[in-house]
């Protein structure tokens, strides 16, 4: 069986330590691609780059994972910036934005995962809460998961793959606010934040608010690869 191709975008940190060294580094915490590996796929990482390349870079995966991180920056929906808004990651921003639209445009199945669901719907022409209490983990401490339930909603994607209520591992302040064009929100937490979201229609495009790279359900993972590779071999699984 193909396993499908997926790319996953990483952080650009000023500075990382591993060894004896401290260097700039793209970095992305190792529960994403073994993710990907445990679903059935091959990761590949794709770090901050020219946007005019993110075209070439769709034509070479099959799949596209947008990473959890830093918050988006407002200006990208017109909004002031909150001082709880933590600090900008232009390269990112501008990069996975790219990356998106240029995934739209080939028809790449897309999952984005928290900060990945923001952007998603924020390159479509949606906002941003830029703060909420009680998402970022136990009594908001920094650096540690909570844990919260998820509705999905009848009837979409997200249902499909998740149909019961579950518990997710999440770590978030940030929201939708306004949902983009085109965007349907497919679950909700028990105090109504939008929780993943999705694009009715042919192309697999899902964002999710939680983790679940940091927990043990491959459902949605898997759901991704296998979308990467019906479209990368369509004539493979037909036969």
């Not at 580094?25 to 091959?42: E, I």
Request: hydrophobic residues 45%.
């Amino acid at each position: 069986m193909h396993e499908p191709l997926i790319g996953v975008t990483t952080y650009m940190e000023p500075a990382a330590r591993w060894g004896v060294w401290e260097l700039p580094a793209a970095v992305l915490p190792s529960a994403y691609p073994r993710l990907v590996q445990r679903s059935g796929g091959l990761a590949t990482l794709l770090p901050p780059d020219d946007p005019a390349r993110a075209e070439a870079v769709l034509a070479r995966v099959d799949g596209l994972v947008i990473a959890g991180g830093a918050d988006v920056d407002p200006g990208l929906y017109g909004a002031e910036r909150d001082f709880r808004t933590g600090p900008p990651a232009p390269e990112r921003d501008t990069w996975e934005v790219a990356l998106l639209r240029a995934a739209r445009a080939s028809g790449t199945p897309v999952l984005g995962i928290c900060r990945g669901m923001q952007l998603l719907n924020v390159a479509l022409g949606g906002t941003l809460i830029q703060h909420l209490d009680g998402h970022a983990g136990p009594f908001d401490k920094a650096g540690v998961l909570g844990e919260h339930t998820v509705k999905p909603v009848p009837g979409t994607l997200c249902a499909s793959l998740v149909p019961e209520e579950a518990s997710v591992p999440t770590y978030h302040h940030q929201a939708v606010d306004r949902l983009a064009p085109g965007l349907t929100a497919s679950a909700h937490a028990a105090d109504g934040t939008v929780e993943a979201v999705e694009l009715p229609g042919p192309q697999w495009v899902l964002g999710v608010q939680w983790h679940p790279e940091m927990g043990d359900d491959l459902r949605i993972m898997r759901a991704l690869v296998e979308a990467a590779r019906t479209v990368a071999y369509p004539v493979a699984n037909t036969v």
